[in-house]
T-cell receptor, first 114, second 110 residues
Framework: SQTIHQWPATLVQPVGSPLSLECTVE??????LYWYRQAAGRGLQLLFY??????ISSEVPQNLSASRPQDRQFILSSKKLLLSDSGFYLC?????????????FGSGTQLSVL | GENVEQHPSTLSVQEGDSAVIKCTYS??????FPWYKQELGKGPQLIID?????GEKKDQRIAVTLNKTAKHFSLHITETQPEDSAVYFC?????????FGAGTTVTVRA
């Protein structure tokens, strides 16, 4: 079976500090990978998605970047955090190909930028 | 991207009663409509989905109905239980990506 791991669960960072959130998927090959952000009381905003190693698509202009150094590893980064980067970050994966609509989410990272 | 509106934003029901959440979308070409449940501090989980070639799908106490003409779909939870308390999100696929509604916080009162 497939599993997704996301860490850390919570993170408190000062403004201007760097960020690195990591996500890995087990039990499948060549998954589609996604980073979402969830602001308090709001829906899920797609930040980045990747259909393969080194292939990153950005959905919204922002202070964040994503990388996929390995097939099942997805990293969300920032060089200098802003207050507005606070939120709940979710990594997700889907199967490659025609059945890629179903998303499987990680447990999320609560990021507080102070 | 796709515009998905979800109502209500909060819903409080007595245990045993039914809960209904409705979503509307704008792109008539959309053909896949999932519902996700998010418990506190966790990631969302898919609970039921429907494709545009059917009008209704049921899984035990949960059902989803789709009206493609009116471009809306609804989640129905019958005989609600305390463990149904969570945030529920609808979503619509558009250009191979999911667009989510803003979520509905459901509270089941004992």
């Amino acid at each position: 079976s497939q599993t997704i791991h996301q860490w850390p669960a919570t993170l408190v960072q000062p403004v201007g500090s760097p960020l690195s959130l990591e996500c890995t998927v087990e039990g499948t090959s060549n998954p589609n990978l996604y980073w979402y952000r969830q602001a308090a009381g709001r829906g899920l905003q797609l930040l980045f998605y990747s259909v393969g190693i080194g292939q990153i698509s950005s959905e919204v202009p922002q202070n964040l970047s994503a990388s996929r150094p390995q097939d099942r590893q997805f990293i969300l980064s920032s060089k200098k955090l802003l207050l507005s980067d606070s939120g709940f970050y979710l990594c997700a994966w889907s199967f490659d190909g025609a059945t890629n609509e179903k998303l499987f989410f990680g447990s999320g990272t609560q990021l507080s930028v102070l | 991207g796709e515009n998905v509106e979800q109502h209500p934003s909060t819903l409080s029901v007595q245990e045993g009663d039914s809960a209904v959440i409705k979503c509307t979308y704008s792109d008539s070409a959309s053909n896949y409509f999932p519902w996700y449940k998010q418990e506190l501090g966790k990631g969302p989980q898919l609970i039921i989905d429907i494709r545009s070639n059917v009008g209704e799908k049921k899984d035990q106490r949960i059902a989803v109905t789709l009206n493609k003409t009116a471009k809306h779909f609804s989640l129905h939870i019958t005989e609600t239980q305390p463990e149904d308390s969570a945030v529920y999100f609808c979503a619509v696929i558009n250009d191979y990506k999911l667009s989510f509604g803003a979520g509905t916080t459901v509270t089941v009162r004992a």
